[in-house]
């Protein structure tokens, strides 16, 4: 087992001169006279000179507007920042500059359990996207119409996307995996014009008819006069889901529009998209980002924190309603090949995302902390069984990776590899902390914050702290940072997300550590600390000690506040196959826990078949803590939002009878 902080690589001189990050202080000292010792130097100097940084990233990724900006930085309030006026851009051009540079190069692969690896070069991708532009110009959108998608991670999604943005139109997508409520629920708040959507889909081996579904949604969204379907699972029909559909083969049919007339230049702070919160807790919260700050942060984010370059192949687990999809995309700008995947990650067997990986020559790969815990369980080695030599990068991102999933890479994938873990969300469509490939990789903790993120750990009281666990807050605005949630009057909603502890501070809602040396550690979400006697504890913290036990296959703790200061603090768990919940198991578990926090020791500890949660990987632990208080399920959690629908109904079945408990406790 990896010690905590325990050093598991570090780059050698060599590696760190051959990487972005490197290439950009030497540029600064080039072109700006700017000298750093090394990253924290930098980092110091992109938060202390805030504008000046993210002027120097708009002149080192050479930005392209139409209009010169008036300023960096015209307003630093929170929520309410202005950057860059003035300027007018476009995130879809600079994604296929790379068409004009290597247009016969690698710019997508893709692999699904229903179509075989497949490929997209750049001149491919930039003449389906024209086509797709040009089509929405037909159907007269224009910009700051909303085109919605249902559609999953394959090259029709990304080519749509693009084709939206080209012309200023503001993109918003679910995968069709969603049920129809969930994606009504997303729709109907923002009145699409044209719909993108399949006919169904395939997941580990069985297939999802979807197009009574999609008439279903098309008969619930007025606003949508025009649908362009995608024959996907019966792809020997053309699905045109109405009367007056077309097919996106019609779409890719047509002569090739003026390449020259293709792309919109818009504002810098013209929405580019709308992202969900997962909608546990009531309607899914709409985050609307910039063209600008999405184009600005996500150069940034790719490029010197990912260490991607155009020879680099990318690959990250996701599906399309998920933002990772929208960093996967993302990646195009640095020109890297980005490799996509729709299906079940371990079908037909296990190893299918290490096998897709070798084959496409992946250089970097993404996944979450659950999959790297599944391949644990299954004994999976992919070093053993494939030619990992390209792969040069992990990124383990979602949820909080432990130190055994950081050694897990270097036991069983590759022993030199730098290894990258990040935090930060929906919220803003990239990270506030991360890696650098100029740090030395410990395990379980996230290596830096990242360049002009002012990130830091709070009090309750608003005073900065190390060492210990406190809010996650940001101090100073980022580029992409929402510009507003859709529909929300005032900012009202906004405010009361981000703004309510601190004033004018961003508080993200995680349990945070920062130590001295700027290693960073997420310890679960604040709005779900077990707060024990006035003793606050992450929940991460308590399933990385329990979920290192050989019999615990998952787990999900809550705390119950009761009347009189009194406190119920359950422990549910799913027990690996060849073991029980026996008395024995639990004092197991007890002691553990004792010998880690004795405040924080389970007042029951019950077994589970599934623990809820989100289609994003979350835990549920707020809706399952508001449920067991005694709220109903329409008022926490809605089951299209959960990864399987089902595991939360022990949980309020457990309420119904345990309520009296409770009170009797208090």
């Given amino acids: 087992m990896a010690k905590e902080g325990e050093i598991l690589w570090s780059p050698s001189d060599r590696f760190k001169q051959e990487t972005n990050v490197w290439a950009f202080m030497n540029w600064l000292k080039a072109h700006h006279g700017y000298e750093f010792s090394d990253y924290e130097a930098l980092w110091e100097w992109s938060v202390d000179d805030i504008e000046r940084c993210w002027k120097c990233l708009w002149e080192y990724f050479e930005i392209e507007s139409s209009t010169p900006y008036e300023c960096v930085l015209k307003s630093r309030a929170m929520p309410g920042a202005t950057w860059f006026p003035g300027a007018r851009v476009n995130y879809a051009r600079h994604i296929l500059r790379h068409a004009d540079t290597d247009p016969d190069g690698m710019a997508l692969r893709a692999l699904s359990e229903i179509r075989p690896l497949g490929q997209v070069s750049w001149r491919e991708l930039a003449a389906r996207t024209a086509k797709v532009a040009a089509t929405l110009r037909e159907f007269g959108v224009q910009p700051g119409d909303r085109v919605a998608s249902f559609m999953p991670n394959i090259p029709e999604t990304v080519i749509a996307f693009l084709g939206a ?28 014009v044209v719909l993108f959507t399949v006919d169904g889909y395939r997941y580990q081996g069985k297939d999802f008819d ?35 559909s077309i097919s996106f083969g019609q779409v890719l049919d047509r002569e090739d529009p003026d390449p020259e007339g293709v792309f919109e230049d818009v504002s810098f702070n013209h929405p580019l998209w709308i992202v969900y919160s997962s909608g546990t807790t009531g309607l899914p919260k709409p985050f609307v980002h910039g063209h600008g700050g999405i184009l600005l942060e996500l150069s940034k984010f790719c490029t010197l924190h990912m260490n991607l370059k155009p020879s680099s192949v990318t690959f990250m687990f996701t599906t399309s309603g998920w933002i990772t999809w929208n960093v996967l995309t993302g990646c195009l700008l640095t020109g890297s090949a980005v490799v996509l995947y729709d299906g079940n990650p371990v079908y037909p067997d296990a190893d299918v995302l290490w096998r897709m990986a070798a084959e496409t020559g992946t250089t970097f790969f993404g996944a979450s902390p659950a999959f790297v815990s599944l391949m644990m369980d299954q004994g999976i080695v992919p070093g053993e069984r494939y030619d990992m030599s390209a792969l040069e990068g992990i990124f383990c991102t979602g949820s909080p990776a432990s130190p055994d999933h950081f050694a897990w890479f270097y036991d069983k994938v590759k022993d030199d590899i730098w290894i990258t873990s990040a935090s930060g969300g929906t919220d803003i469509s990239s990270s506030f902390v991360g ?3 100029l740090l030395p990789v410990r395990a379980g903790e996230i290596q830096t914050r990242f360049l002009g993120a002012d990130v830091h750990a709070f009090d309750d009281e608003g005073n900065e702290i190390f060492d210990e666990v406190g809010e996650f807050v940001v101090t100073q605005p980022l580029p992409s940072m929402p510009l507003y949630f859709w529909n929300d009057k005032d900012d009202k909603r906004y405010r009361e997300t981000y703004f309510d502890m601190y004033p004018g501070v961003w508080r993200h809602g995680d349990y945070f550590v920062m130590n001295s040396r700027g290693g960073c550690y997420v310890r679960g979400r604040s709005d779900a600390t077990l707060n024990r006697h006035g003793v606050r504890m992450g929940t991460a913290e308590i399933y990385r000690t329990i979920e290192a036990l050989e019999e615990i296959a998952d787990s999900i703790i809550v705390n119950l506040d009761l009347p009189g200061g009194a406190f119920f603090m359950p422990l549910f768990v799913t027990i690996k196959e060849g073991f029980d919940l026996n008395e024995a198991l ?17 007042d029951e500890i019950c077994e589970v078949e599934s623990i809820p949660y989100t289609r994003t990987g979350k835990k549920m632990e707020v809706p399952v803590r508001k449920i067991l208080m005694g709220m109903s399920l329409e008022e926490t959690a809605y089951r299209d939002s959960m990864a399987i629908p089902e595991s939360i109904d022990f949980f309020l079945d457990y309420a119904k009878k345990n309520t009296i408990k409770y009170f009797e406790i208090s």
Avoid: M
């Fill in 210 to 244: 979807r197009r009574d579904a999609v008439r279903e949604l098309i008969s619930a969204l007025p606003s949508v006069k025009h649908t362009i379907g995608v024959s996907y699972l019966f792809a020997e029909l053309d699905f045109k889901p109405t009367a007056n």
């Fill in 586 to 602: 639990k004092d197991k578990l007890r002691t553990v826990l004792k010998s880690y926090s004795p405040r924080h020791v389970p």
């Fill in 165 to 192: 943005a080209s012309i200023g139109a503001i993109w918003s997508n679910c995968s069709p995996e969603f049920g129809t409520k969930s994606a009504l629920d997303r729709f109907q708040q923002i009145d699409p």
């Fill in 435 to 437: 890696g650098c490939p």
